[in-house]
């Protein structure tokens, strides 16, 4: 079983939709839980971080269920310029990062 | 603002042969990284490093790889005899050492694109 899974997509959407993306994980030691953005061929840069209490940064809003060992994301107000690979990332030792393969989200006039 | 830097952009170089990829990683971040992405596949750790020794490594992280911060700002990633397989981008990434937050972020470079012909 993989330690983090993401359904690939791609999520096809128009602008101005919400969209909504789901990771699970397996490892119940996982200490923290991101959600990483990865344009195609660049580096993965921080999105937010995902805190037990679920936590909001302008129209994104991430959730975590440690219980179900399940994180989301909900994207409002979809921009073209949001198109990208979302990638659900838990830190299960002080400084490894273990990264899901990512969900790629196409945005559409 | 800071980032990480990466040079080569991009390195081709034929099986067997030795790669050194190079990394600055932000100047007052104590906590360094590597990890790669085979084309196609997610992102996976290899190595961190700290206080000039490995503090963790993955089993992808073999006696053909090996890491160094050969002054104060160069953090470099040898791989001794280049395999096919090894072909990937490879990222460098630094973090703070403020307090011991396991949310403590990890800035990542651009990447080093390596081909192994």
């Known amino acids: 079983r993989k330690e983090v899974e993401q359904d690939p997509g791609p999520f096809n959407v128009p602008e101005g939709a919400t969209v909504a993306f789901n990771c699970t994980y397996s490892n119940s030691a996982s200490q923290s839980f991101f959600w990483y953005r990865q344009d195609c061929r660049k580096e993965p840069k921080l999105l937010m971080s995902?805190?037990?209490s679920g936590n909001e940064d302008g129209r994104f809003t991430a959730q975590l269920n440690r219980a179900s060992q399940y994180i989301s994301l909900l994207i409002r107000d979809s921009k073209l310029s949001d198109s990208a690979t979302y990638l659900c990332v838990v830190k299960r030792s002080f400084q490894k990062l273990v990264f899901g393969t990512g969900t790629r989200l196409l945005v559409s006039p | 603002e800071p980032e990480v830097t990466q040079t080569p952009s991009h390195q081709v170089t034929q099986m067997g042969q030795e790669v050194i990829l190079r990394c600055v990683p932000i100047s007052n971040h104590l906590y360094f990284y590597w990890y790669r992405q085979i084309l196609g596949q997610k992102v996976e750790f290899l190595v961190s490093?700290?206080?000039?020794?490995?503090?963790?490594k993955s089993e992808i992280f073999d006696d053909q790889f090996s890491v160094e911060r050969p002054d104060g700002s160069n953090f470099t990633l040898k791989i001794r005899s280049t395999k096919l397989e090894d072909s990937a981008m490879y990222f460098c990434?630094?973090?703070?050492?403020?307090?011991?937050?396991?949310?403590?972020?990890?800035?990542f470079g651009p990447g080093t694109r390596l081909t192994v012909l």
């Open positions: 995902v805190y037990s």
């Open positions: 990434a630094s973090s703070s050492t403020s307090g011991l937050s396991s949310y403590n972020e990890q800035f």
């Open positions: 490093f700290y206080n000039n020794e490995i503090s963790e």
